[in-house]
């Protein structure tokens, strides 16, 4: 149950990012799994060049705040000169975004190797440290991924329900034309929906790697790929509520496949796959499903 939950809750995270920028322009971001992955990367980069000074934790903080900036410019880029060309296009832009993907891969491996030291919070640091919830001992770090994304999904949250931005990304998601008829500056705001999913991907490649799995490599952009779209997919495409419900429907079952079943462990990354196979068999459109509408 508890680790279910805050697998559940930086799940959402992840998934969050995936389901933003598909509802407000339609862009299935294949390479979403690489926002992830770099943040990772570079929150390992800055924070072990020592260059925020010599307190470990003051410098990892740093380095987070440092990397998502940076992973949220790559974003940008990215979207600007290989995805703004191709909307419309669902094909090429699938193409594109797997390409990025993969060029993002190379050029981790290139820079790095194929092996890549574990990404984790400074030595010493009470992250590392422990408590009991209802008899499990649970490492702070946990707890901390757990409260910080379910603070970033409410405050997204508001911010698509109350804000003016907010309300005009729901706007285009409902009707681009029209919305563009009422003034909204569609381009603008394609590129801060990408910036914003690309900055989410990289808090949850963050948290994911220091707390609960605690692996890197160039290849780390597929597992985050596959949940993103399993959740997205199990709880609607567009739906945010949706990608909720699906992150802790995926992390539950993740848990259940790793601890009832023999050798569980070793085949838990099949599950999300399984559960696209099941749900676009049996629910197409998924929980709270509607093509491109951002719903609370």
Known sequence: MIYGAISGGVYALLALGFTLIYGVS????????????????MFFVFGASGFFGSDPMLASILALIVAVIFVGAVGSITYRLTIHPVIGNEIAMMVVTVCL?????????????????????????FLLESTSIWGVSVEYSLILAFVV?????ASLLVFITKTKIGKAMRAVSQDREVAMLMGINTKRLYMLTMIISAILAALAGIFITTSIEKSTGPWLWFRPLAL??????????????????????????EKTVA???PEGGAIVGVVPLAVIVAVLLVRPKGLFGKRVEMEE
């Open 228 to 253: 993103s779209l399993t959740i997205v997919i199990l709880g609607g495409l567009g739906s945010i509520k949706g990608s909720l419900l699906g992150a802790f429907i995926v992390a539950y079952a």
């Open 101 to 125: 993907a993969i060029i993002f891969q190379q050029l981790m491996l290139l820079g790095f190797g194929a092996s890549f030291p574990r990404v984790s919070w400074p030595k010493g640091s």
């Open 149 to 153: 994304s379910l603070v970033l999904f």
């Open 259 to 261: 601890i009832a079943v």
């Open 26 to 41: 339609g862009v299935v971001n294949l390479a979403h799994g690489s926002f992830y992955m770099l943040g990772a990367y």
